[in-house]
């Protein structure tokens, strides 16, 4: 038979999955389909067959003999299937790395430059979830993770330094007279609620906000300070971006808190992995460089 007249593939998982549980209607439960979605698929094979698959049996059903036939062939194709992608999904999800990142580093500084990596190294998946310190390899199944290294690390874990953490005041250009004047309103994260505090504490002579508003992510932060709603007081990797677009100004520079953020890895990576974990490092170590003090 020419391939392109076999029978369309969602009528065959029709077919087969009534022959494999002798019922249309456990058979629709399976497919979460409805009890007359796959009588239709069913029936429109028969006809496109030419031979009835299927008769009544009592109160149910029963398989003719060109239905045993069928279903015999559809259940080892679909088996055959089955292990070639599972076989595929495996060999995928060996090679994958699963990269943790805190939310707003994440989301303003590793998001737009990822596509980057996957364009250099397109056969190495890379997954990214969100979260900010603590966290456990095993548990959370991570290869990589990106964190700001100022709560306890495990002696085990691997650690290179990726950027010191810098802090500066970041506004709108037009609203650089009005800083200079100190007349804003200092825009702040209830994550480092002190971050404001500990900045003037170190430069004294810097103007002073009338008040600080917060907000829940640093993320919102700097997006209100690129909205005129005040001016935040941003990490660098936060606002790096926006300040090359001329979108944001950071009038005083960024100045380190004596932090920094780092690449984090296990005493013992999966060798399937070890060669994808080296390349990632190189790609964001490289990347890093830009956010020296």
Not at 191 to 220: C, M, V, Y
């Amino acid at each position: 038979m020419n391939r392109s007249k076999l029978p369309i593939l969602d009528d065959l998982r029709a077919f087969e999955a009534v022959a494999r549980y002798g019922s249309v209607r456990a058979a629709a439960d399976a497919l979460s389909l409805t009890h007359g979605a796959v009588s239709r698929r069913v029936s429109k094979l028969s006809r496109q067959i030419g031979a009835s698959l299927i008769e009544p049996d009592g109160r149910g059903i029963r398989l003719t003999s060109a239905g045993e036939t069928l279903a015999r062939a559809a259940g080892e194709a679909f088996a055959t299937l089955e292990v070639a992608v599972d076989a595929i999904s495996d060999r995928t999800q060996s090679r994958a790395l699963l990269l943790s990142c805190e939310r707003s580093v994440a989301m303003r500084w590793l998001i737009p430059r990822l596509s980057d990596f996957q364009d250099r190294h397109p056969d190495l998946p890379i997954n990214l979830s969100v979260g900010g310190g603590p966290f456990d390899f095993e548990r959370d199944g991570v290869t990589l993770a990106i964190r700001r290294l100022d709560f306890p690390v495990d002696p085990q874990w691997r650690i290179t330094t990726l950027f010191p953490e810098t802090n500066g005041p970041v506004m709108k250009p037009d609203m650089l007279k009005g800083y200079r004047a100190g007349a804003f309103v200092g825009l702040g994260s209830k994550t480092r609620p002190k971050a404001w505090e500990q900045w003037l504490g170190t430069n004294a002579s810097a103007p002073r906000p009338s008040e600080i508003r917060f907000f829940d992510h640093h993320f919102l932060m700097v997006e209100a300070a690129a909205g005129g709603l005040g001016v935040a007081m941003s990490p660098k990797v936060l606002a790096i971006d926006d300040i090359r677009k001329e979108r944001l100004a950071a009038p005083q520079g960024f100045i380190p808190d004596g932090t920094s953020y780092g690449l984090i890895r296990p005493s013992r990576a999966a060798q399937a992995t070890e060669s994808g974990i080296a390349l990632l490092m190189k790609w964001l170590c490289a990347l890093a460089v830009d956010l020296s003090p």
